[in-house]
């Protein structure tokens, strides 16, 4: 981490989670980075890096592992590498596009990493070694939970309407029990058209649509003043696929709200770097240093 990024992190990330993300969240670091780690059973786990803790500079401050973002090559390999030392593993991230594709990671990385992919399904026996790094700025970073395996997938508006988290579910071996939406963009802060609008309300019903649009005194474009909440569809699309609302856990973290500790295309514009949601598994669970304030009893 860079001298000073981690001071006082503990403190400003628990007032940002509030009770109910601190509660299903753990805010730890895991070799040397501040991650938040999702509280899953052996032997999978699942954190969501930062943007702080890495050498990008300017606006790709600092944890930026985004290779096609125009931040410099070299600091995102090193970037990069500093993530892979903290998992032990070969990080696999795949060409995301906005699709609903998802694939076992071993078979992904057999097709040689290039082919269009949003999500990884991960098994503890198959798929050992590599873990899944997808990138996000916004988006949401869903984990789907099975007794066999898991699946990661990044989900955009996109994404949501055409079935991403569906497809997710499908090509797990195992049922979906339980899932966590990583942090992303709130119904605070995601605004779209009104034909995107009306789409979210005939698929997920209307309660995820803001009644009316913002003023446009709130300086939003026009045509861009219609409110979704993006967690509610997906927490739709996830009781879908048999998981209960009471088994999905969302810390409810919008990026765009806080930019100053995650990576948001639209606070920040298409030049900006993105955050990871890591997933892989261990034979045995391995001890990260939890922060004061933070952990399970």
């Given at each position: 981490m860079t001298a000073g990024q981690g001071d006082g992190l503990?403190?400003?990330l628990l007032e940002r989670l509030g009770p109910l993300g601190s509660s299903v969240l753990d805010l730890s670091v895991l070799g040397g980075l501040p991650v938040l780690e999702a509280c899953l059973p052996s032997p999978f786990r699942v954190v969501f890096t930062t943007r702080l803790g890495g050498q990008s500079r300017g606006r790709f401050a600092s944890l930026n592992l985004d290779k096609r973002s125009g931040d410099e090559p070299a600091a995102v390999e090193a970037n990069r590498a500093l993530v892979a030392r903290a998992v032990g593993r070969r990080l696999v991230t795949p060409n995301q596009v906005h699709g609903v594709r998802v694939v076992g990671l071993a078979e992904y990385v057999a097709e040689g990493e290039e082919t269009p992919c949003d999500g990884l399904t991960l098994h503890p026996e198959i798929d050992k070694g590599l873990a899944a790094c997808?990138?996000?700025?916004d988006c949401l970073p869903?984990?789907?939970c099975g007794d066999a395996d898991l699946a990661v997938v990044h989900v955009g508006?996109?994404?949501l309407l055409e079935g991403?988290?569906?497809?997710?579910a499908r090509c797990m071996m195992s049922a979906p029990g339980s899932a966590v939406i990583g942090p992303s963009i709130g119904p605070c802060c995601f605004m779209v058209e009104e034909e995107i609008a009306d789409a979210f309300a005939r698929r997920f019903g209307s309660q995820t649509v803001a009644d009316r649009p913002a003023a446009k005194s709130d300086g939003q474009p026009e045509g861009q003043g219609w409110k979704v909440d993006l967690w509610a569809a997906?927490?739709?699309?996830?009781?879908?696929?048999?998981?209960?609302?009471?088994r999905?856990?969302?810390p409810r973290l919008c990026t765009a709200c806080h930019s100053d500790l995650f990576f948001s295309y639209r606070r920040e514009g298409p030049s900006t770097g993105r955050h990871a949601c890591l997933a892989w598994t261990e034979d045995r669970r391995v001890i990260t240093q939890v922060l004061p304030?933070?952990?399970k009893a």
């Open positions: 503990d403190k400003l997808l990138l996000f700025a869903v984990v789907l508006w996109r994404g991403a988290i569906q497809q997710a997906a927490g739709r699309a996830l009781e879908e696929v048999g998981v209960s609302p009471v999905v856990v969302n304030g933070h952990g």
